[in-house]
């Protein structure tokens, strides 16, 4: 990639392509103090005020600047390195690659707490580690009641669901969830009739006494990937068509319209929803019908598979992060007289985690 200048015209190179790049989009990024507030790095100009007929009137390169003035009298010094990585469209996240893992995966991706390490290189790591491998555990956190709310809050900003801040699980009479019983849950993700569904889900240990009620892990991405591999068409319905995920309690009907498999714009692993207790598909051609019935089996055979499922025991201390659009979780089932099972949970936002990971980024020059 490089900047090449032709007749008082920018141009972007890469691998062969040539581009002009359009004068006002040089103009925008004017950054003298006048132009920028250093602090904030918000404009102190409104661009919609500028004048459609930007032209470039003088134009010098080095080795690190492009200086340019224009015709409305104004000029900038931009760094070459900041115009590149805007036409590559770096993103920190994007550029960690997902590690597909099964059952045989032995590192469960453990990481100790320690007050303040949020602003230090081990959540960079373990922030690192959650995009690769969709979760990570942290030890030690402190067996303190709602400890979970300052523990979320320290990496971004909780989001509220319907089950409020936070939620404990453990069982109780007349549930509105199966999560508030002492029954197995299956493989499944949380809340997809939600719009959006809440990203991360955190789940904090506080009393674990039974012997059952381990909690299971499947990577969703992984799955995806081998029902592309082995059974395209299943593949093909299940990201094509919106199913409609509901919730009903008292005082709330929440629905959203889904594909089980969500795909990116590149046409890449996005999202998948799965809880087959809340989805109702659409009265589509009965073939159709027929494909998507055979493709929800397979997948449910999938997620269930003890060859995609982790199953571990949480520990009080414990909490585990993990990512609601990549990871199905689950627990086996425990018996109540044999002691007490409590956890707590809540969910966060990715702009929140990918706002820290970029933070700690630029703060420690990783
Ligand atoms: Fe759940």
Aim: proline residues 3%.
């Amino acid at each position: 990639m490089k900047i090449e200048l032709k007749d008082n015209q920018v141009f972007f190179e890469n691998h062969g392509l040539k581009k002009e790049i359009h004068p006002f989009w040089l103009r925008e990024r004017v950054n003298g103090n006048e132009f920028i507030d250093k602090k904030t790095q918000q404009r102190l100009f409104d661009p919609t005020q500028i004048q459609e007929d930007i032209k470039i009137n003088n134009l010098s390169l080095s080795s690190d600047h492009l200086e340019v003035s224009f015709n409305d009298g104004t000029s900038a010094k931009l760094l070459i390195q900041n115009i590149l990585k805007e036409f590559s469209n770096i993103n920190e996240i994007k550029e960690i690659n997902k590690v597909e893992w099964d059952s045989s995966l032995k590192n469960l991706n453990y990481f100790e707490f320690r007050e303040n390490f949020f602003e230090e290189e081990v959540m960079y790591k373990a922030l690192t580690s959650f995009y690769k491998y969709g979760f990570v555990i942290f030890k030690k956190v402190p067996i303190e009641k709602n400890f979970i709310v300052n523990f979320a809050n320290s990496i971004g900003s909780i989001r509220r669901t319907n089950f409020g801040e936070f939620f404990n699980v453990k069982s109780k009479p007349n549930p509105n969830d199966l999560a508030y019983t002492s029954l197995a849950l299956a493989p499944h993700t949380d809340n997809p009739y939600r719009n959006p569904v809440p990203c991360i889900q955190m789940l904090h240990c506080i009393e674990n006494e039974v012997s059952g009620g381990l909690s299971t892990l499947v990577d969703g991405y992984t799955v995806t990937e081998k029902l592309k591999k082995e059974f395209l068409d299943y593949y093909n319905i299940l990201c094509e068509i919106k199913v409609r995920f509901q919730f009903v309690d008292q005082s709330i009907i929440l629905e959203d319209w889904a594909e089980m498999i969500k795909l990116d714009e590149n046409k890449n692993f996005k999202q998948v929803r799965f809880s087959p207790r809340l989805d109702f598909v659409p009265l589509v051609d009965k073939e159709k019908l027929e494909l998507y019935y055979l493709a929800r089996k397979k997948i449910s055979e999938l997620y269930n598979s003890d060859k995609y499922k982790v199953e571990f025991k949480l520990f009080p201390g414990d909490l585990l992060m993990m990512d609601n659009y990549r990871l199905l979780h689950g627990r086996t089932s425990y018996n109540s007289n044999e002691g007490k099972r409590f956890l707590q949970g809540c969910y966060i936002d990715y702009d929140s985690t990918e706002g820290r990971l970029k933070h700690l980024k630029r703060k420690l020059s990783l």
